[in-house]
């Protein structure tokens, strides 16, 4: 266990208890650790594209609402016919991807705010096909959406079922996620993030690794809506709005930019305060407005990114610390520093 990296480490640390919770339903409700497991996995996606690849998108509702409503739609018509609901899955992956490409396509040509207002104007546009086509339910949406049986076996109507399914699937989407981070590709996504110039002098073909991340994230995204509507059993057209975007933005930057767990803890803290907090209405929104304004102040890098940072200046401390406990290392540290020395840098006036 000491060989695997520490993000993967943690994911196992805290699988037990993720399993344990439908043996104790009184003190978390296993519909609510869905719910946060599904925008956990939506923020995670939101990440590998503006954590690791510096695009700020404002498009993702589109996928996460789309696929959700490729599954509802698929699961409500043809459920009773044994139609199988990873395929529903699948087909939603499919149609977040491919609305990826297509937004994407036209997007990654440009940068900065100009990127963003392009995937948010193509948003806009599948927001307003979701208004207007009949099967999506309108404002009213989608609702009873059945679960179905996974593997034609499972009944995945029964909760302790469902979310035992759903953590499976945030615990893939996690590694997957976290496997294309560091892999060969995802360290080209981090040199386009420092310094996209130093990048295309490299070699590499700058707008293929956007058009890919993108896609990438779309799909993950899919991934996501698609399991939102199976666990809540519904698909609303707030699933689709602007504001579904905005909200993940907010949960990666209260997790930490560019981080692993970051997005996970940013998720279980907004929905935390959404679910906890309903009965205070709009208030909700107040209350969650203040909290990303304190953690813009003073944890500007996010909770874990402030923590992975405090870990770092530890570290450093700890290393010169032990380094000056050599003997003779401060001796040399002042010769080095001194004027006189014959090895000191030379100044000039």
């Given at each position: 266990?000491?060989?695997?990296p520490?993000?993967?480490?943690?994911?196992?640390?805290?699988?037990?208890?993720?399993?344990?919770?439908?043996?104790?339903?009184?003190?978390?409700?296993?519909?609510f650790?869905?719910?946060?497991?599904?925008?956990?996995?939506?923020?995670?996606?939101?990440?590998?594209?503006?954590?690791?690849?510096?695009?700020?998108?404002?498009?993702?509702?589109?996928?996460?609402?789309?696929?959700?409503?490729?599954?509802?739609?698929?699961?409500?018509?043809?459920?009773?016919?044994?139609?199988?609901?990873?395929?529903?899955?699948?087909?939603?992956?499919l149609?977040?991807?491919?609305?990826?490409?297509?937004?994407?396509?036209?997007?990654?040509?440009?940068?900065?705010?100009?990127?963003?207002?392009?995937?948010?104007?193509?948003?806009?546009?599948?927001?307003?096909?979701?208004?207007?086509?009949?099967?999506?339910?309108?404002?009213?949406?989608?609702?009873?959406?059945?679960?179905?049986?996974?593997?034609?076996?499972?009944?995945?109507?029964?909760?302790?079922?469902?979310?035992?399914?759903?953590?499976?699937?945030?615990?893939?989407?996690?590694?997957?996620i976290?496997?294309?981070?560091?892999?060969?590709?995802?360290?080209?996504?981090?040199?386009?993030?420092?310094?996209?110039?130093?990048?295309?002098?490299?070699?590499?073909?700058?707008?293929?690794?956007?058009?890919?991340?993108?896609?990438?994230?779309?799909?993950?995204?899919?991934?996501?809506?698609?399991?939102?509507?199976?666990?809540?059993?519904?698909?609303?057209?707030?699933?689709?709005?602007?504001?579904?975007?905005?909200?993940?933005?907010?949960?990666?930057?209260?997790?930490?930019?560019?981080?692993?767990?970051?997005?996970?803890?940013?998720?279980?803290?907004?929905?935390?305060?959404?679910?906890?907090?309903?009965?205070?209405?709009?208030?909700?929104?107040?209350?969650?407005?203040?909290?990303?304004?304190?953690c813009?102040?003073?944890?500007?890098?996010?909770?874990?990114?402030?923590?992975?940072?405090?870990?770092?200046?530890?570290?450093?401390?700890?290393?010169?610390?032990?380094?000056?406990?050599?003997?003779?290392?401060q001796a040399?540290?002042?010769?080095?520093?001194?004027p006189?020395?014959?090895?000191?840098?030379?100044?000039?006036?």
């Open positions: 266990m000491k060989n695997l520490t993000p993967v480490r943690i994911l196992l640390v805290l699988l037990l208890p993720a399993l344990l919770v439908p043996v104790f339903p009184e003190l978390v409700y296993p519909v650790i869905m719910k946060v497991l599904c925008y956990a996995l939506f923020a995670l996606a939101f990440n590998l594209l503006i954590g690791f690849t510096g695009l700020v998108s404002f498009g993702h509702a589109a996928f996460f609402g789309w696929s959700g409503y490729t599954t509802g739609i698929l699961m409500i018509k043809l459920a009773d016919r044994g139609f199988p609901v990873e395929l529903a899955i699948l087909a939603g992956m149609v977040a991807t491919a609305i990826g490409w297509l937004i994407g396509t036209l997007a990654i040509r440009r940068t900065g705010i100009y990127f963003s207002m392009i995937t948010l104007a193509l948003s806009q546009i599948a927001y307003f096909l979701a208004v207007q086509i009949g099967w999506t339910g309108g404002e009213d949406g989608m609702q009873g959406i059945p679960r179905g049986k996974l593997l034609g076996l499972v009944d995945l109507s029964v909760d302790n079922h469902m979310y035992y399914f759903t953590l499976a699937v945030f615990v893939a989407g996690f590694l997957a976290h496997r294309i981070v560091y892999s060969p590709f995802g360290q080209s996504l981090k040199a386009l993030r420092d310094n996209a110039q130093r990048a295309v002098s490299l070699g590499y073909d700058t707008d293929r690794c956007k058009l890919y991340a993108f896609m990438l994230s779309a799909a993950f995204t899919g991934l996501a809506g698609s399991m939102k509507a199976l666990v809540l059993q519904l698909s609303a057209l707030n699933d689709v709005t602007l504001g579904t975007s905005t909200e993940t933005l907010l949960m990666t930057l209260l997790g930490g930019l560019g981080t692993s767990w970051g997005p996970v803890l940013g998720a279980a803290l907004v929905v935390s305060l959404q679910n906890y907090l309903a009965s205070l209405g709009g208030l909700v929104t107040i209350i969650t407005g203040l909290t990303f304004v304190v813009v102040s003073f944890f500007r890098r996010g909770m874990v990114g402030e923590w992975e940072a405090w870990r770092l200046r530890r570290g450093t401390a700890s290393q010169n610390k032990a380094l000056s406990a050599v003997p003779g290392t040399l540290q002042a010769s080095l520093a001194s006189t020395s014959p090895t000191a840098p030379k100044t000039t006036s």
